[in-house]
Structure formats: C-alpha cells, structure tokens
C-alpha cells in the first residue's frame, strides 16, 4: 500500500508543477495579484511591503511590481484594456503573448500616465509577440538571448520614459526580432534601442516615426548597437522629428565597445528628415546606407555639434561603409566623415570590382553659413582617401571646379586625406554598363549594376538606364 501511494504522489507532482498561462482575467481574480476588473477594464495596482508570492509560486507581489514567474506566461485577450497605476510595473519571466485580431491596449490610469512603467520580459528564452496593440505612457524592455521580440502593427504614443529612455529597449543580446508596420508619435526618448553591449538582430520597417524625443535629450528615433553577428535591417520607414531645435536625431548606429564586427547593417529607402541630424555610424561597423531620402536634419543649435545627413565617426579608422543612391538636402554638412578608412561613396572606374559603387548620391542646399563651410556636400575630416564618384552635386555644373566648392578635404587642409569626385553623374554611366553586359532590352539591374529578376522591388534600373522605383 505505501508503494502504492508513493507512485501515486510521483505521477501527480507533474501536475501541479506544470506551466501556467495567465489572462488579465485569471490575475484579477487571484486575491493579492494587484491586478482588479471595473466595467470591462482592468487596472494593475500591485503593492507590498513585503514580497508576497501567490497562486502557489506562478506569480510575486513585490512593491509595486507584479512578475509572472519563470515557466509560466501571460496571454493579452482581443478586447483587453489593461491600465497601469503610476509608479506599477509588470515582469513576466515568461511568455507573453499579445497578437489580437482587432485590438488591445496597454495605458495608464490618469494618475499614472508620467510615472507608470509598462512590461519588462526578462526570461533566457522568452518570445514575446505583439499585434494590433496600442501602447499609450508604458513601454516594453525585452532581455532574452535565446528569444524573439516581435512587433506588428502596434502604436506607441506619449512614451514616459520611466521604464527606459526608450519605448521599445532591449536589455540582451539576440535575434530574429522584428517591428513592422508600427507608428511611434511624442515619445519622450528613443522609440526603438538597445545597450551598448547589447548587439541584437532586428528588422525595422515600414514603421512611421513621427515627433519624438519631447525630453530633448540625445536619443534619436532608431538607436541600435551594429557589432556582433546578427544582422540589422531599417528599411521603408519614415522617420520625422519634431522640426524644432533639438538633440534628437533620426538613425544611429554605434559601436561604441569596439566589439567583434561579424554582421551587415542595412539602412534603405527610409525617409529621414526634421531631426538634428539624419543617419549616424559610430565606431567600427559594416554598413550599407542606401536609397534614403534624407532632407533639413539641422535642427540643432550649433553646427559644430550636429546637421549632418548622414554621418560616419570612427577614431580607430576600422568602419566600412557604402553609400549610394540618396537623395542628401537642407543640412548643415551633407556627409561628415571623421577618422573612417574606409568610406565608399561612389567607386565607378571599374564595374567588375567588387568594390564598385556607381554613387547615383544627390546633394542640394548643404551649408552652415559659415565662409568656409558656406557649401558643404561632403567633408572628409579624417586622413583616409574617401571615393565618392558618380553622384550629382549641389553646383549648376558638374565640373571639377565648381564641385570642388561644396567638398572638405586635403585642397582645404593639407592634414586630411583626399575626396576624389571626378568622374561625377552626367547622366551616361549607368547606360555605358548595362550596354556592356550584352543583355536583352527587359533585363533590370539593382543600383550597383548588378543583374535582378523582374519581380525585384526597390530603386530598378531598366535597360535603357531609366531608374523607377517598385513596391512591394
């Protein structure tokens, strides 16, 4: 008989130990939880002095904190209207799960709107989802190396700041995370960011960034660590700032570690513009920036401080950095590059190389007003020789001559490397390529001259060397 029982006990220790999934429903009918139901929503209130644990160990009450325990998960229902109390936060140690068919919110109560955090997922292998959701005050902090963060068609407006200086902030290392079709409008700080230690993979797109930055802190909009080994992609976004003198910027990218750079980051087809400045590469990294439509980043009060349309700094000299087919206007400085070695703006003298870049950049009203920097496309402060052929730049005729009064570089300073502009776009090179590649009349080329099928989308040059623009 006490065999008997002993099995039995084993055969039901599983049971009870088993992963639970939590609703908003289930917590507010759990005494203790913090968590209440009134007319269809519910308001997270948390508070303890002590910590408290309930529902046999699947959550804690510590302060005014809520966690959802390690192994167990949180599901956001369809309908939800969750709404934080000031100075409350929600941990989940788990999944979370909120992809809803029309939507969910997460808000503040009126006294919580300035002091209430959000949701921190802070788990080794937790993947939290998000759609259709709407984010007002609160935020997210995802740390989970083995994990996911996904995002889809989500809103986030008047970010706090109290969980973090941004709306979306990763605290760990990984990959596979992604925000798409996503609106970020008046947040105090940055809308999507992680540490400086903390390189993560994600693809940013289709997203509209619009009157961040309200703290006028330096936070810009996308603000991601580009070493490590997993790849970063921002592309087809519109990234707006507030058009006022500011410290808030567009995109930037930075290693400021000086970790292991084993990975590809991809700036493409965004529109930056109103910020005080457009895109920045900070430290060592592989970059493309390409197909962006970069216009009036000079909302800053010294030009010595920022209004670059896009800029590439790396004292060490060991970033790489290609850069083509953007349209570059109303900045301060159009491209500012201090101390990078390898800097390509346009290498058109032979096709065949596999550093070839036919530039197709277009500069227009760069300048700070100042007598020697009255015109300013390009300036080359470092000592490396910068390639930037192929581009069309912001003089009434593409002579050496009349370019060089838009370029800093050794003819300036005899201290800095040298800008070489010549051959600059006349209008024939693509043209003379496609003609040598002996294909037929339909075939389409990407912007480095490089054959594509005909379902490619992007900037296409067809084979007549008229460039068109194709969606998804």
Same mark, same amino acid.
């Given at each position: 008989?006490?065999?008997?029982?002993?099995?039995?006990?084993?055969?039901?220790?599983?049971?009870?130990?088993?992963?639970?999934?939590?609703?908003?429903?289930?917590?507010?009918?759990?005494?203790?939880?913090?968590?209440?139901?009134?007319?269809?929503?519910?308001?997270?209130?948390?508070?303890?002095?002590?910590?408290?644990?309930?529902?046999?160990?699947?959550?804690?009450?510590?302060?005014?904190?809520?966690?959802?325990?390690?192994?167990?998960?949180?599901?956001?229902?369809?309908?939800?209207?969750?709404?934080?109390?000031?100075?409350?936060?929600?941990?989940?140690?788990?999944?979370?799960?909120?992809?809803?068919?029309?939507?969910?919110?997460?808000?503040?109560?009126?006294?919580?709107?300035?002091?209430?955090?959000?949701?921190?997922?802070?788990?080794?292998?937790?993947?939290?989802?998000?759609?259709?959701?709407?984010?007002?005050?609160?935020?997210?902090?995802?740390?989970?190396?083995?994990?996911?963060?996904?995002?889809?068609?989500?809103?986030?407006?008047?970010?706090?700041?109290?969980?973090?200086?941004?709306?979306?902030?990763?605290?760990?290392?990984?990959?596979?995370?992604?925000?798409?079709?996503?609106?970020?409008?008046?947040?105090?700080?940055?809308?999507?960011?992680?540490?400086?230690?903390?390189?993560?993979?994600?693809?940013?797109?289709?997203?509209?960034?619009?009157?961040?930055?309200?703290?006028?802190?330096?936070?810009?909009?996308?603000?991601?660590?580009?070493?490590?080994?997993?790849?970063?992609?921002?592309?087809?976004?519109?990234?707006?700032?507030?058009?006022?003198?500011?410290?808030?910027?567009?995109?930037?990218?930075?290693?400021?570690?000086?970790?292991?750079?084993?990975?590809?980051?991809?700036?493409?087809?965004?529109?930056? +513009?109103?910020?005080?400045?457009?895109?920045?590469?900070?430290?060592?990294?592989?970059?493309?920036?390409?197909?962006?439509?970069?216009?009036?980043?000079?909302?800053?009060?010294?030009?010595?401080?920022?209004?670059?349309?896009?800029?590439?700094?790396?004292?060490?000299?060991?970033?790489?950095?290609?850069?083509?087919?953007?349209?570059?206007?109303?900045?301060?400085?159009?491209?500012?590059?201090?101390?990078?070695?390898?800097?390509?703006?346009? +290498?058109?003298?032979?096709?065949?190389?596999?550093?070839?870049?036919?530039?197709?950049?277009?500069?227009?009203?760069?300048?700070?007003?100042?007598?020697?920097?009255?015109?300013?496309?390009?300036?080359?402060?470092?000592?490396?020789?910068?390639?930037?052929?192929?581009?069309?730049?912001?003089?009434?005729?593409?002579?050496?001559?009349?370019?060089?009064?838009?370029?800093?570089?050794?003819?300036?300073?005899?201290?800095?490397?040298?800008?070489?502009?010549?051959?600059?776009?006349?209008?024939?090179?693509?043209?003379?390529?496609?003609?040598?590649?002996? +294909?037929?009349?339909?075939?389409?080329?990407?912007?480095?001259?490089?054959?594509?099928?005909?379902?490619?989308?992007?900037?296409?040059?067809?084979?007549?060397?008229?460039?068109?623009?194709? +969606?998804?």
């Amino acid at each position: 008989m006490r065999k008997y029982f002993a099995i039995l006990a084993l055969l039901l220790l599983p049971l009870s130990m088993q992963a639970k999934e939590y609703t908003f429903a289930t917590l507010a009918a759990i005494d203790g939880s913090g968590v209440t139901q009134k007319n269809g929503e519910y308001t997270l209130t948390p508070h303890s002095e002590t910590e408290l644990t309930l529902d046999g160990g699947g959550i804690t009450v510590s302060g005014t904190e809520l966690t959802i325990n390690e192994g167990n998960s949180l599901k956001i229902i369809d309908g939800d209207v969750v709404k934080f109390a000031a100075k409350t936060r929600l941990n989940v140690n788990g999944d979370i799960s909120a992809e809803v068919e029309n939507e969910a919110a997460l808000t503040a109560t009126g006294d919580g709107a300035e002091t209430a955090e959000g949701i921190r997922v802070y788990c080794e292998r937790a993947k939290a989802r998000f759609a259709n959701v709407r984010f007002e005050y609160v935020g997210i902090s995802f740390g989970s190396a083995q994990g996911a963060l996904i995002i889809d068609n989500c809103s986030f407006s008047n970010h706090n700041g109290k969980l973090s200086s941004n709306a979306v902030n990763f605290t760990a290392a990984g990959t596979g995370n992604s925000v798409t079709e996503t609106e970020f409008t008046g947040c105090y700080g940055g809308c999507i960011a992680s540490g400086a230690n903390t390189p993560v993979g994600i693809t940013i797109s289709n997203c509209e960034f619009t009157d961040n930055g309200t703290s006028e802190r330096l936070l810009p909009a996308i603000n991601l660590t580009c070493s490590g080994d997993n790849d970063i992609i921002i592309t087809d976004n519109n990234v707006t700032g507030r058009g006022v003198v500011t410290r808030a910027g567009g995109i930037a990218l930075g290693n400021l570690l000086s970790m292991a750079v084993n990975n590809t980051c991809t700036v493409s087809r965004n529109t930056v +513009k109103n910020n005080s400045y457009g895109i920045t590469v900070t430290g060592a990294g592989n970059v493309r920036i390409t197909d962006n439509e970069i216009t009036d980043n000079h909302f800053i009060s010294n030009p010595m401080s920022g209004g670059s349309g896009i800029n590439i700094t790396n004292p060490y000299g060991t970033s790489h950095a290609v850069v083509s087919g953007n349209r570059i206007s109303g900045h301060y400085w159009g491209i500012t590059i201090i101390g990078a070695n390898d800097v390509n703006c346009g +290498k058109t003298e032979d096709p065949l190389a596999e550093d070839y870049n036919p530039g197709n950049n277009v500069f227009s009203d760069n300048g700070n007003g100042e007598a020697e920097y009255a015109k300013c496309d390009l300036a080359n402060n470092g000592t490396a020789t910068v390639y930037a052929q192929g581009n069309t730049w912001s003089v009434a005729q593409q002579t050496p001559e009349q370019i060089e009064t838009c370029i800093y570089h050794k003819t300036d300073n005899s201290s800095l490397g040298e800008v070489i502009f010549i051959p600059a776009n006349d209008g024939s090179g693509v043209e003379s390529i496609i003609k040598d590649t002996d +294909k037929a009349d339909t075939q389409q080329f990407n912007l480095l001259g490089q054959p594509v099928s005909q379902d490619a989308t992007g900037i296409i040059i067809l084979s007549n060397g008229r460039k068109i623009l194709k +969606k998804k």
